[in-house]
């Protein structure tokens, strides 16, 4: 096999899953699976999940509709507002829930639905300090009083998100701001779900909980930074990496790779993981320490190796973040891109 190998534990998944269940306290858990389930694959993570999750949170219409193609039915929340009509026409005909962040999001919204004849559910994201999507304070309520107006969108749910879960002041700024535009809410909406703690949040306490959290990173066996070892919590990484040897020679002088080698090497082995396979180009490739920089679908490094055999890349994608000077959840999202996935139960 020519591809690289991403060995993934759906029993590692479930595992993690419950983990952030005990400690949502009874609150509904939304299991976040966009970008591809942080590079495990949605379809297969949503499918070991549907029965311990109360719902799903994906980025897109397209992911939402490829879980309900994959046989979901549990609730789908699309994050990103529709941007155009024939995402309204394409998430209603496969049942998601949007997401509405603005003036210009519920005009679009609306008007999709109206035109299919239906009712919308949708989840009002707001703005509690990230200032990436929502609005807060007046702008916010004059928002609440334009959706009462539209009979085509029906009002399921409210959400933020925490920017710096491990800094607890700003954390609890969010938590009070978002209280007070919930409490908005429900009095204009009546009864709906309140959610702002991803996996950070949830770890802050039962405070944070609200009616639901979306725990993200946390499934795939890892947390946000300033919350200490995963380990500390048992939780365990869902993904392996592999690749495999090419060819072993001597270093004939020159260079290694696209530099001048810097150095007399002896024995050197490519192998097939490259910057096209989402590894930085001067990254060093996980465990396999690669010598000069990466190539596109190639790397080198130092002694032989067997034709064809297996080498690991990553059993955690903490080793490579750590040394790239980046996060897990890149990594995580990158690294199995071009990979063939296997599904274990162990």
């Known amino acids: 096999m020519q591809e690289n190998i991403a060995v993934i534990s759906l029993k590692n998944i479930v595992h993690n ?22 590079g495990h694959g949605a379809e297969r993570v949503a499918e ?3 029965g311990y999750a109360d719902g799903f949170a994906v980025t897109s219409v397209k992911e939402g509709i490829a879980l309900r193609i994959a046989g979901i039915r549990k609730p789908i929340l699309v994050l990103t507002p529709p941007l155009a009509e024939d995402d309204v026409f394409l998430a209603l005909a496969h049942g998601l829930t949007l997401t509405v962040c603005s003036f210009s999001s519920l005009r ?12 919308a559910p949708v989840h009002v994201k707001i703005n509690t300090g990230m200032n990436r999507l929502g609005l807060s304070g007046a702008p916010l ?40 535009a919930a409490a908005l809410a429900q009095d204009r909406f009546g009864p709906v779900v309140r959610h702002l703690s ?8 039962e405070a944070y909980r609200f009616d639901g959290v979306r725990p993200g990173i946390g499934i795939y066996g890892y947390l946000p930074g300033g919350f200490g070892a995963p380990r500390s919590l048992g939780l365990r990484p869902a993904m392996r990496l592999y690749t495999h040897v090419l060819q072993s020679r001597r270093f004939a002088g020159g260079g290694v790779g696209y530099e001048r080698a810097a150095r007399e090497y002896g024995d050197l082995t490519a ?27 190639g790397c080198i490094r130092e002694g032989r190796a067997k034709f064809a055999a297996r080498r690991t890349v990553f059993l955690s994608a903490e080793e490579v973040a750590k040394e790239a000077g980046t996060i897990s959840y890149e990594v995580l999202c990158a690294a199995a891109k071009r990979a063939v996935r296997v599904y274990v139960e162990s």
């Open 108 to 119: 679009v919204l609306a008007d999709g639905a109206e035109k299919c004849g239906q009712i």
């Open 48 to 50: 070991s999940l549907e």
């Open 141 to 180: 309520a004059r928002l609440f009083a334009a959706i009462a107006k539209r009979q085509s969108v029906r009002v399921q749910g409210v959400y933020s998100h925490l920017y710096a879960p491990a800094d607890a002041a700003a954390a609890e700024g969010q938590r009070a701001r978002f209280e007070a």
């Open 17 to 38: 899953f419950s983990v952030f269940s005990r400690l949502a306290g009874g609150a509904k858990v939304c299991a976040v699976v966009k970008a591809d389930a942080y």
């Open 271 to 297: 192998c097939r993981l490259g910057y096209a396979d989402g590894f930085l180009r001067a990254g060093g490739g996980g465990r396999l320490k690669a010598v000069g920089k990466l190539c596109m679908d």
């Open 198 to 205: 991803a996996t950070g949040g949830i770890l802050r306490g």
